[in-house]
């Protein structure tokens, strides 16, 4: 599969994905307070980077198809005035029904200056999973057995303690999403989904309606990390995202983050991520590693 076209990244992209997604991080979205930390700029959400990938799938493969699962990892930020490419490798099927994607997104230009190393190139990489010809009943047919949430670590705990943090410290919010948010998401990631985006369609499928955008549900996961727990100055190193059941629009979520595990040497945190529905059922869940090392206040304790 082809790469999309370069979009260079404006502020404006960020600050509206802190609207949308309601983290306003100010490694996102404050540019002083960005130049005074490692990274020396604003950088980009990596669910802003993950829903560009979706576009892509959404560009690239004929048919409707729906996300249901994504891994992520960042090893280099992705700056304001970046060009980047979503780019998109097909694998061998998993399965029937199911589409399985090596995804990248890769800096081509900084400012004015080509990027041309392969390696410094990638700024997210990952695996998604993709369900074609989905319906309501196919999902739950291949929905994964819930996490046992205290078992999602597989590694101890380095330490008992870090800044404010301490394992098992908890942090949970609402939202219910509506036409408005899809409407702003595809706007600004191009994303239009038709599962997302026409509610006929969706119905001929056996949902409810148009449904919630995988990346705006695990945005609900970039509010917790980026503003309350760990809090502000946190920036994402990897996320794993899985899709249980499927969100309608107007329906009340709940997420809801974890901490597992702390290594204070690499100032790291494992988490646990999980986004229910209105009726009780999980939604998404998942696990979060971030660098708690630009944290605005090392010494608040976290929201509960």
């Not at 739950?140 to 410290?169: K, N």
């Amino acid at each position: 599969m082809n790469a999309s076209r370069p979009r260079v990244l404006a502020q404006e992209d960020f600050d509206r994905f802190a609207v949308l997604s309601r983290d306003d991080n100010p490694i996102h979205c404050d540019p002083a307070f960005a130049r005074a930390t490692h990274f020396g700029a604003t950088v980009a959400h990596g669910m802003l980077l993950f829903s560009l990938l979706c576009a892509q799938i959404r560009r690239s493969i004929p048919r409707p198809v729906l996300p249901i699962a994504q891994t992520l990892m960042f090893p280099r930020p992705t700056f304001v005035g970046d060009g980047v490419t979503a780019a998109l490798v097909l694998q061998d099927a998993p399965g029937p029904g199911r589409i399985a994607l090596d995804t990248s997104i890769r800096c081509v230009q900084r400012g004015r200056e080509r990027i041309t190393n392969a390696e410094e190139q990638v700024t997210a990489h990952g695996a998604a999973m993709l369900l074609a010809d989905a319906t309501a009943d196919l999902l739950a047919m291949m929905r994964p057995a819930p996490l046992d949430q205290d078992g999602m670590a597989r590694v101890p705990a380095v330490d008992a303690s870090l800044y404010h943090l301490s394992i098992g410290q908890e942090a949970s919010a609402a939202r219910t999403f509506g036409v408005d948010d899809t409407d702003e998401y595809v706007s600004l990631t191009d994303d239009s989904n038709p599962f997302y985006t026409d509610p006929v369609f969706a119905r001929s499928r056996g949902f409810d309606g148009a449904i919630v955008p995988l990346p705006l549900l695990a945005g609900m996961f970039s509010d917790l990390l980026g503003t309350r727990l760990p809090g502000r100055g946190t920036g994402w190193m990897k996320q794993s995202l899985r899709l249980c059941s499927a969100a309608r629009l107007g329906e009340p979520l709940t997420a809801s983050v974890r901490v597992t595990r702390l290594r204070a040497d690499k100032e790291l945190v494992n988490l646990a991520t999980v986004v229910s529905g209105g009726d009780g059922r999980v939604v998404l869940q998942g696990e979060a590693l971030v660098l708690v090392r630009n944290l605005e206040n090392k010494g608040a304790r976290g929201a509960v």
